[in-house]
């Protein structure tokens, strides 16, 4: 079914909805029931939600986990520890919908949908929202390269107009951006808004933005600075995909973990795209994101 991932019908919800996820996405906005304290981590596809997805799971359950010597996520993939419900009810999988009102809280859950299209229970509630995107450059490049892994559907070049156009998984993807991000600015306790670019240049940083964001206790004290110092070692990039738990087997069947581990870089899109294309990207960046306060850092 997630072969499927590319296959759209028609615009749902002003957004671009893989065709078998359309049901569950109603169910999931009629169903759902966030909790005041639930921790949403969203995303555009392949802006980096696996290492958000690590880095919130150390810092929510750091009383939990003190040891990085155990930790869970030496032993399961982030995208297993902060699930998708969205995906649960697309795919009926009503033990873990059942199991969602028993995890232990605070409930670190995941969503790739716009802001326009999240459960009211999410935005009407007291959850908060960590949201991550990225250069559109590098997001293009690593989503092409992800789902041609699945399925060899387009051309660099076919796929590029489509993303050009707004056509791909959960876009377009400026939408999706500004969804979140003139919310960030609005209801900023809400949603803390991220880029990878910065998380990558100031990781120390930001992981205490998070923390702060989240009342966590690990910006306070004395040991402060090692707690922080070994969240970030235990989720950086190279840590994360030498480890077995990441190197074989698939999460929703299709998805090899080992794909959600690339290069983990900042401008690898020079090494693919044509100066026509730099140039057409560039113009739909100022076009649709100009003015809008947000903009991007694209190489290192
Ligand atoms: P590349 O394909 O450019 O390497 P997502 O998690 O949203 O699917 O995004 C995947 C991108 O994040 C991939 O980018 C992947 O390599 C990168 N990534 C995964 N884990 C990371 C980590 N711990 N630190 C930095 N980047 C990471």
Known sequence: MLKELTSFKNLFQDFWCPTFYVEGVNKFQKHFDAKDNDVFVASFPKSGTTWL????????????????????????????LVPYPEFMYSNDMHDQILSLSNM?????????????SLPESITKSNCKIIYICRNPFD?????????????????????????????????????????????????????????YEDLKEDTVFHVK??????????IQGEESSTVIENIIKLC?????????????????????K????????????????????????????????GGSGLSFKVHS
């Open 53 to 80: 997805k690590a880095l919130t799971f150390a810092i929510a359950n750091h009383q939990r986990f003190s040891s990085v010597d155990n930790h869970p996520l030496l032993s399961s993939n982030p995208h297993e």
């Open 258 to 289: 080992k794909n959600f581990f690339r290069k983990g870089e900042i401008g690898d899109w020079m090494n693919y795209f044509s100066p026509s294309m730099i140039e057409k990207l560039s113009k739909i960046i100022e076009e649709k994101l």
């Open 236 to 256: 950086r990039f190279e840590k994360m995909k030498d480890l077995e738990v990441n190197k074989s087997g698939c999460i929703f069947d299709v998805l090899e």
């Open 104 to 116: 232990s809280e605070p409930r670190l859950l995941s969503t790739h949908l716009p802001f326009h």
């Open 139 to 195: 997001t293009f490049v690593s989503a092409w390269e992800f789902f041609t892994k699945i399925k060899p559907e387009f051309t660099f070049e076919e796929a590029f107009e489509k993303y050009c156009n707004g056509i791909t998984v959960f876009g377009p993807w400026w939408s999706h951006m500004l969804g979140y991000w003139n919310e960030s600015i609005t209801t900023p306790n809400k949603v803390l808004f991220l880029k």
């Open 209 to 218: 933005r998070i923390a702060k964001f989240l009342d966590s206790p690990i």
